[in-house]
């Protein structure tokens, strides 16, 4: 079966950098868009930054754009977020996402699959 598995995560002090990686198994991954989505307490998953198959093309939330960089490894089937000046409104469940479908994965009703999240803490 699908499985996409996040690691990463911690607790970072603001201004810091972290790292998200996302590796997939149970897919063709170079055949699916690839995304980051959120989830902070008490608010809906939001959308954070896409990546196309071949990694050409990508997409970011203004909130994080200059701020963090996705990019993905077709040979190693992983997805990565590279998050850097993090600040506390960045505290979240950061999820993986492939969705199947023509568009880069940026809404979350077009995502077929979904990883179980690591929690991302910035402390101020």
């Known amino acids: 079966q699908v499985q996409l598995v996040e690691s990463g995560g911690g607790l970072v002090q603001a201004g810091g950098s972290r790292r998200l990686s996302c590796a997939a198994s149970?897919?063709?991954?170079?055949?699916?868009?690839m995304g980051w989505f959120r989830q902070a307490p008490g608010k809906e998953r939001e959308f954070v930054a896409a990546?196309?198959?071949?990694?050409?093309?990508?997409h970011y939330a203004d909130y994080v754009k200059g701020r963090f960089t996705i990019s993905r490894d077709n040979a190693e089937n992983t997805l990565y977020l590279q998050m850097n000046s993090l600040n506390p409104e960045d505290t979240a469940v950061y999820y993986c996402?492939?969705?199947?479908?023509?568009?880069?994965?940026?809404?979350?009703?077009?995502?077929?699959?979904w990883g179980q999240g690591t929690q991302v803490t910035v402390s101020s």
């Open positions: 990546i196309s198959r071949s990694g050409s093309s990508t």
């Open positions: 149970g897919l063709t991954f170079s055949n699916y868009a």
């Open positions: 996402a492939a969705d199947g479908g023509p568009y880069l994965a940026t809404s979350v009703p077009s995502i077929d699959y």
